[in-house]
């Protein structure tokens, strides 16, 4: 008999060592539209502080010039991670589990295809963080994979994309981080939209913070407590403090392509200033699908963003397959900002 044969053994609780999904960009596109097609279509008009003329009411009114506005027309793409469980699986041993808590084939196979549905969504939502990061920073939406491979360019004013000089970038002699925040506060104020946020990696978040923190506007808290409480509890962000009324925030996450390698959520040299109040959307759309269309799929779930979950069987193996076509709008481009500050 071995050491520990008949006795009675506690079952410590698995670990599992994954990085939780990172959701910070999803604050600055609030506005979700669940239409379900495939092909959006809007307008953008880049409204300007226009001043009403003087006349006086015995005369017609005076003509003013009407704003322009642009038509926008996309295809969503579509996101499709699949997992495929075959029968050999069922006689691995489960993660978390000895032969003292040994379960059914059946519960397993449950547990399994359970896994494999949020495992799916996790990459979901890995991938929608970021696009909303490629859109914020880049004001374009770059789509490469299988059947795509095209950029989608949103409106946003030339002069809201700032290149530092040489000499007065944030880690050279002759930089002004605080008289640049001024001017990037007044570039959204041109606009008619107020900054709330400042996003870089963490090098140039607490470069900023150290470069402002002696200023009489530089606070560690605002009025002891935060805007977005829920900032604190997405992996990798810092809070490092708030400038002129505009939070400054670090941000860390990195995500592994589907080459396998690892890759930044934030570009190192750049920060963007963001307008919490803004027009920006989420568009979640619907691809179409044979196999639903004539109900031959097993299983089909359907989540409440158009996320549709297929369980395609045959006798030795499933398919696990979730689908969604989406993709954030920058509709408000000018509510964003984003500059070049570093050197290095």
Known sequence: MGKYDGLTKHIGKAV???????SLFSTFFAVSNVHGENIVKFDARDYTNGIAPFVEP??????????????HILELPTMKPS???????????????SED???????????LANAGVINNEDRIDVRLETMRADV????????????????ITFPRKLSHTVILPSGKHWDE??????????????????????GTHIVGNQVTAQKLAKLVETATDFRRVENGSLKFQSFLNVNGAIYYGTYLGVEIWGYDATYTNELGVTVAAVPVKKIV???????NEMSFGYASDIQLELDLALSVTVSNRNVITKLISNRSSVEIESTLTAAPLLKDGN????????LA
């Not at 015995?58 to 038509?71: P, Q, R, V, Y």
């Not at 920073?137 to 059947?147: D, K, P, Q």
């Not at 930089?175 to 959204?188: D, E």
Request: hydrophobic residues 40%; without cysteine; positive net charge.
């Open 173 to 194: 002699a002759g930089q002004n981080a605080a008289g640049n925040i001024v001017s990037f506060l007044a570039l959204l104020a041109q606009s008619g939209r107020t």
């Open 58 to 71: 015995t005369l017609d009114g005076k003509s003013i010039k009407m704003e322009g506005f642009a038509t």
């Open 273 to 279: 200033m963001l307008s919490a109040v803004n027009n």
């Open 83 to 97: 997992k495929v469980l075959t029968s050999s699986d069922l006689n691995k041993k489960a993660f978390g589990q």
């Open 16 to 22: 599992e060592n994954r990085q939780p999904k990172a």
């Open 101 to 111: 808590n040994a379960i059914t084939k059946n519960a397993r196979a449950r547990d």
């Open 335 to 342: 509510s964003t900002l984003v500059a070049t500050v570093l």
């Open 136 to 151: 914020l920073f880049n004001g374009s939406l770059t789509i490469s994979g299988e059947g795509y491979d095209s950029t």
